[in-house]
């Protein structure tokens, strides 16, 4: 049964910084970071494969770096410049064969880490 946790969501000014942090019980071919604002959908961030390849959404794009530790099981999202429109509960995600990119979805969720940016 595998699990993931994030952690490092908080409370942070316009223009601030954060790191989160989503550490997996198991290898993954990749993982990422998923978002969900009040009253709105879920929505995918950016992606990294075990290899290093990244995709971001591009309302994040040169603000936002995803990178991993493989050998740790673990993926971090930077987040910087941030903006009110960032504010969400951030989910981790992970895929462990590689179905995302056959048009699956992610095979396991974690619970959830709210950022907060204030104006």
């Known amino acids: 049964q595998v699990q993931l946790v994030e952690s490092g969501g908080g409370l942070v000014q316009a223009g601030g910084s954060l790191r989160l942090s989503c550490a997996a019980s198991?290898?993954?071919?990749?993982m990422g970071w998923y978002r969900q604002a009040p009253g709105k959908q879920r929505e995918v961030v950016a992606l990294i494969t075990k290899g290093g390849s990244t995709n971001y959404a591009d309302s994040v794009k040169g603000r936002f770096t995803i990178s991993n530790d493989h050998a740790k099981n673990t993926v971090y999202l930077q987040m910087n410049s941030l903006k009110p429109e960032d504010t969400a509960v951030y989910y981790c995600a992970a895929d462990e064969h590689g179905n995302y990119f056959l048009g699956g979805g992610m095979d396991y969720w974690g619970k959830g880490t709210l950022v907060t940016v204030s104006s």
């Open positions: 198991g290898s993954m071919f990749s």
